[in-house]
């Protein structure tokens, strides 16, 4: 799988800002697809997935409320909404994509190198 993400960059506390990321490779796949987030010196972590039809979302307990995950209907791209956003958002945003399209594939984190998006930057600043 091939993995473009669009959006990231800096935003000031309390502000929105909206990532993206399309996942191409094998035909008629509906991928599962999520994000997870790498601080400075941590490991990555789960942020939010969707599932390969779009009808079951999950959230880390730090994002829910603020961010919202969704996905196109009938493609492979997937979006970030995060609002109000707060300096600990800071953290490279990575796109995840799984063929078998559950979520909990997503959750635990695909096993596979080219799941992985190369990353893009978000920073919040007060």
């Known amino acids: 799988v091939q993995l473009q993400a669009s959006g990231g960059g800096s935003v000031q506390v309390g502000e929105s800002l909206r990532i993206s990321c399309t996942a191409s490779g094998r035909r008629g796949i509906s991928y599962a697809l999520g994000w997870f987030r790498q601080h400075p010196g941590m490991e990555r972590e789960f942020v939010a997935g969707?599932?390969?039809?779009?009808?079951?979302?999950s959230y880390a307990d730090s994002v829910k409320g603020r961010f919202t995950v969704s996905r196109d209907s009938g493609s492979n791209t997937v979006h970030l909404q995060m609002n109000s956003l707060r300096p600990e958002d800071t953290a490279v945003y990575y796109c995840v994509a799984d063929p078998r399209g559950t979520i909990s594939t997503i959750i635990a984190g695909p096993r596979g190198p080219d799941q992985w998006g190369p990353g893009t930057l978000v920073t919040v600043s007060s």
């Open positions: 969707i599932d390969g039809r779009g009808d079951t979302t």
